[in-house]
T-cell receptor, first 109, second 114 residues
Framework: DVKVTQSSRYLVKRTGEKVFLECVQD?????MFWYRQDPGLGLRLIYF???????EKGDIPEGYSVSREKKERFSLILESASTNQTSMYLCASRNYGYTFGSGTRLTVV | QQQVKQSPQSLIVQKGGISIINCAYE??????FPWYQQFPGKGPALLIA?????SEKKEGRFTISFNKSAKQFSLHIMDSQPGDSATYFCAASISGGSNYKLTFGKGTLLTVNP
């Protein structure tokens, strides 16, 4: 089975900090995605990548950036964390269907 | 613009009953419609998916019904069990190309009472 691993289950960060969320997949998939999940809003796409060093903005990219230096790793970066970025962040990789990680619950205080 | 509208937001069903969740889409270019199931503390997992060349797909107790003219699709869970209690998301995408990004509905919290 494809495994998508997110490095942290829970994170608490202070407003203004630079935050890195890491995601690793083990199946050589080209496509990787970052979503945030908020109650009542579903999953909203932040950024995605279809190859190493390639990235595209999703629906809500403001305040975020990404890095994909190696095929298996896709990082989400919050340049200056704000309280409205408190959320559950989900990484996914895709071959035929999406495989999601277990999520990182980020709290910005 | 919400491209995939999902209803209801929450649903309570008795054990053995039928759970029905509906989705409507706007973009006629969508040609792949999956449903995801998410348990607390876990990421969403693919449950079942359909393409618009068929009107129905069944896998065990789970069935997708698809109405292309109405731009609607629904998930039916037959003989619902307490273990089916989860959040369900419909989604849609345009296949082909290298992007293949999914647009999700807002989710339905299903509770199956014993």
């Amino acid at each position: 089975d494809v495994k998508v691993t997110q490095s942290s289950r829970y994170l608490v960060k202070r407003t203004g900090e630079k935050v890195f969320l890491e995601c690793v997949q083990d199946m050589d998939h080209e496509n990787m995605f970052w979503y945030r999940q908020d109650p009542g809003l579903g999953l909203r796409l932040i950024y995605f990548s279809y190859d190493v060093k390639m990235k595209e903005k999703g629906d809500i990219p403001e305040g975020y950036s990404v890095s994909r230096e190696k095929k298996e790793r896709f990082s989400l970066i919050l340049e200056s964390a704000s309280t409205n970025q408190t959320s559950m962040y989900l990484c996914a990789s895709r071959n035929y269907g999406y495989t999601f990680g277990s999520g990182t619950r980020l709290t910005v205080v | 613009q919400q491209q995939v509208k999902q209803s209801p937001q929450s649903l309570i069903v008795q054990k053995g009953g039928i759970s029905i969740i509906n989705c409507a889409y706007e973009n006629t270019a969508f040609d792949y419609f999956p449903w995801y199931q998410q348990f607390p503390g876990k990421g969403p997992a693919l449950l079942i998916a359909i393409r618009p060349d068929v009107s129905e797909k069944k896998e065990g107790r789970f069935t997708i019904s698809f109405n292309k003219s109405a731009k609607q699709f629904s998930l039916h869970i037959m003989d619902s069990q307490p273990g089916d209690s989860a959040t369900y998301f419909c989604a849609a995408s345009i296949s082909g190309g290298s992007n293949y990004k999914l647009t999700f509905g807002k989710g339905t919290l299903l509770t199956v009472n014993p």
